[in-house]
């Protein structure tokens, strides 16, 4: 069963717009963490932002955002004021946390491919 | 400077010719793993290990082995590629214990080729 879910392959925004990035999780573990990442057309996969499932506020990193709705399964980034420079794709995962130790590797979504219009 | 170091970053190979992809990690990191991203697939966890000496299955191991006999390595290796393994894989590394939820580091990926 699909544990991540991005419903969007692409998106187009203009410059300066704020942009938000869905992704949607299915788990029936408590203790989990949340990433983004973003990865450019040169390939690397760059750490944006991570919530934890026990967190109560969002988290933020410079112009990242993470929408954390626990009871919707929802995680969703928002980039404010989005720049040239944040075309890419972007990726969220998921690692769920063992309450006796030890967790598993990241589960990915399928990726959103967003391009910034100038 | 943490990095996760891969090598090669490209390579071309032949079916079968077995090959073998190095990844080393600075941080004394625990859990290594291995991924692999094709296109509309998004990345998929190959084998992981939480320890020197413990490796597991991911999602995607047939054709693939491990090792992680010292802390700070954990190769790749393909015994007899096929060109259905043709793809960009990244490793990563993290803290574990209670720290599992840190920030997992990817080194720059290998883009893999095999004709």
């Known amino acids: 069963a699909q544990k991540i879910t991005q419903t969007q392959p692409g998106m187009f925004v203009q410059e300066k717009e704020a942009v938000t990035l869905d992704c949607t999780y299915d788990t029936s573990d408590q203790s989990y963490g949340l990433f983004w990442y973003k990865q450019p057309s040169s390939g690397e996969m760059i750490f944006l932002i991570y919530q934890g499932s026990y967190d109560e506020q969002n988290a933020t990193e410079g112009r990242y955002s993470l929408n954390f709705q626990k009871a919707r399964k929802s995680a969703n980034l928002v980039i404010s004021a989005s720049q040239l420079g944040d075309s890419a794709m972007y990726f969220c995962?998921?690692?769920?946390?063992?309450?006796?130790?030890?967790?598993?590797?990241?589960?990915f979504g399928k990726g959103t491919h967003l391009i910034i219009q100038p | 400077e943490a990095q996760v170091t891969q090598n090669p970053r490209y390579l071309i190979t032949v079916t079968g010719k077995k090959l073998t992809v190095t990844c080393s990690q600075n941080m004394n990191h625990e859990y290594m793993s291995w991924y692999r991203q094709d296109p509309g697939l998004g990345l998929r966890q190959i084998y992981y290990s939480m320890n020197v000496e413990v490796t597991d299955k991911g999602d995607v191991p047939e054709g693939y082995k491990v090792s992680r006999k010292e802390k700070r390595n954990f190769p790749l290796i393909l015994e007899s590629p096929s060109p259905n393994q043709t793809s960009l894989y990244f490793c990563?590394?993290?803290?574990?214990?209670?720290?599992?939820?840190?920030?997992?580091?990817f080194g720059e990926g290998s883009w893999l080729t095999v004709v």
């Open positions: 995962a998921m690692r769920e946390i063992y309450s006796g130790g030890g967790a598993d590797g990241l589960t």
């Open positions: 990563a590394s993290s803290l574990g214990g209670n720290s599992w939820g840190n920030t997992i580091y």
